[in-house]
């Protein structure tokens, strides 16, 4: 049903395409404003820009760029042209970010930025935040996680499956009630195209699947502990 909403092989291609990059990006939308409090950090006003502009058929690359089929490679991206040194083909907002459990102790929480001074957390000494303004914006998800690091942490979770969690606590919930609705209604909603990405079950080792499964629970374990579910998670 959901596979319905993503109206060509090209949109589903561009669905996958995006959520790699910003696992590998690891640059924050928090959403927006974390992500604009990044890119000051790294020097960057805004957005980098693409070499010759954003690609209509595939937001967030370089029109610069097409995208190509094979039988044995699948889908892949080519250049239309000799591309210089230093083109930027890809650039666009996260959706979800988060800090190496091991940078914890000497990393901003929020904006990952080396602490030269430490804000605490104000109720667990695992985290810390190079200021008060980080401080309020990171205690939006890591109330949630807060009193659960040590779980989280010692359970070896992998900071992809964090990750997944904090797609989670970065929002309330009214934000997941109001995605129900739109995916009822065939609506749009910021969640979908994370919602939407390709799982590749079908290649998936039996082991993964149990991994996979087992980590779900005790996320949702832990964040329905914490909680964040409120009067909904009764
Ligand atoms: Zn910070
Ligand atoms: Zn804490």
């Known amino acids: ?11 589903v291609f561009h669905q996958i395409w995006k959520s790699t990059v910003f696992y590998v990006t690891s640059v924050a939308q928090q959403p927006t404003n974390h992500y604009r409090q990044l890119l000051r950090i790294s020097g960057f006003t805004d957005p980098p820009e693409l070499y010759e502009g954003e690609s209509r058929a595939i937001p967030g690359t370089s029109s ?7 039988k044995d490679k699948g889908r892949y991206m080519v250049a239309n042209e000799r591309l210089p040194v230093g083109a930027i083909l890809t650039s666009e907002e996260p959706y979800a970010s988060v800090l190496n459990f091991d940078k914890q102790n000497n990393h901003c929480l929020h904006c990952y930025t080396r602490l030269k001074r430490v804000v605490p957390c104000p ?3 695992g985290v810390a935040y190079c200021s008060a303004p980080c401080a309020n914006a990171g205690q939006v998800y890591h109330q949630w996680e807060c009193q659960f690091m040590e779980l989280m942490i010692g359970s070896g979770m992998s ?5 997944s969690m904090r797609m989670i606590t970065q929002s309330p919930v009214e934000y997941f009630l ?6 009822r ?4 909603h910021p969640h979908l195209k994370i919602y939407n990405l390709e799982t590749h079950s079908q290649t998936r080792e039996p082991k993964d699947f149990v991994y996979r499964t087992l ?6 374990e832990i ?5 964040y579910f409120g009067a909904c998670g009764s």
């Open 185 to 188: 209604n065939n609506d749009e």
């Open 223 to 227: 964040i329905r502990a914490s909680g």
């Open 64 to 70: 610069a760029m097409s995208m190509r089929r094979s």
């Open 159 to 163: 900071v992809n499956a964090a990750l």
């Open 178 to 183: 109001q995605l129900v609705d739109a995916i």
């Open 215 to 220: 980590m779900a629970i005790l996320q949702l």
């Open 1 to 11: 049903m959901l596979a319905q909403r993503l109206r060509s092989p090209d949109e």
């Open 123 to 125: 109720t667990c000494s």
